[in-house]
């Protein structure tokens, strides 16, 4: 358990440290090399996992095939995953943000984005495109869809901002 969690630490503060050297030492081919293991590293680990969400999916599959439905193990089970799958995007996010920045890749579709990110990303369109797409696919499945609020603040002046969409219970 402790180089589960001390590993990757490690790795990532021994990555932020030779980052910290001098450009013309950083610049060395010996240097240079250094950094593309670590990237490859990276690059590796994300490709190896491509995979995982169908092979999570089939895995659940066989396990209802094979056992059925109980409530209570299925709560548990969909504990897990919500956090299984939160942790996967974040991981995922991580890592190609990491590979766009310090690797020879680029974005060429969006040259104005840091890595991956985009600085004048209007998060409020972002929810609101997720939330039509979740939706419609609650709408194909049940007969209703919760409705969705939106408060934004603006990072300049701090008021509320409401969206058209109506107040629900869910946000």
Same mark, same amino acid.
């Given at each position: 358990?402790?180089?589960? #969690?001390? &590993?990757?630490?490690? &790795? %990532?503060?021994?990555?932020?440290?030779?980052?910290?050297?001098?450009?013309?030492?950083?610049?060395?081919?010996? =240097?240079?090399?250094?950094? #593309? @293991?670590?990237?490859?590293?990276?690059?590796?680990?994300?490709?190896?996992?491509?995979?995982?969400?169908?092979?999570? %999916?089939?895995?659940?599959?066989? !396990? #209802?095939?094979?056992?059925?439905?109980?409530?209570?193990?299925?709560?548990?089970?969909? !504990?897990?995953?919500?956090?299984?799958?939160?942790? *996967?995007?974040?991981? *995922?996010?991580?890592?190609?943000?990491?590979?766009?920045?310090?690797?020879?890749?680029?974005?060429?579709?969006?040259?104005?984005?840091?890595?991956?990110?985009?600085? %004048? @990303?209007?998060?409020?369109? =972002?929810?609101?495109?997720?939330?039509?797409?979740?939706?419609?696919? @609650?709408?194909? !499945?049940?007969?209703a869809a919760p409705t969705l #609020?939106?408060?934004?603040?603006?990072?300049?002046?701090?008021?509320? @901002?409401?969206?058209?969409?109506?107040?629900?219970?869910?946000?």
């Open positions: 358990m402790f180089l589960r #969690k001390e &590993l990757p630490v490690r &790795l %990532a503060n021994t990555m932020r440290e030779v980052n910290l050297l001098p450009d013309k030492l950083l610049n060395q081919p010996s =240097v240079r090399l250094v950094q #593309k @293991c670590f990237l490859e590293v990276l690059i590796e680990i994300r490709n190896r996992h491509n995979d995982v969400v169908p092979t999570m %999916a089939q895995g659940l599959i066989e !396990y #209802k095939e094979k056992f059925g439905f109980d409530p209570f193990v299925s709560s548990n089970i969909q !504990y897990f995953l919500d956090r299984f799958y939160t942790n *996967r995007i974040s991981f *995922r996010m991580l890592i190609n943000q990491h590979t766009l920045l310090f690797g020879n890749d680029t974005n060429p579709a969006h040259p104005k984005h840091i890595g991956s990110i985009d600085p %004048a @990303c209007d998060v409020a369109d =972002v929810v609101n495109d997720a939330y039509e797409t979740a939706r419609m696919l @609650c709408e194909q !499945y049940y007969p #609020k939106i408060t934004e603040f603006n990072g300049t002046h701090r008021e509320p @901002c409401y969206s058209n969409k109506e107040l629900s219970d869910v946000t």
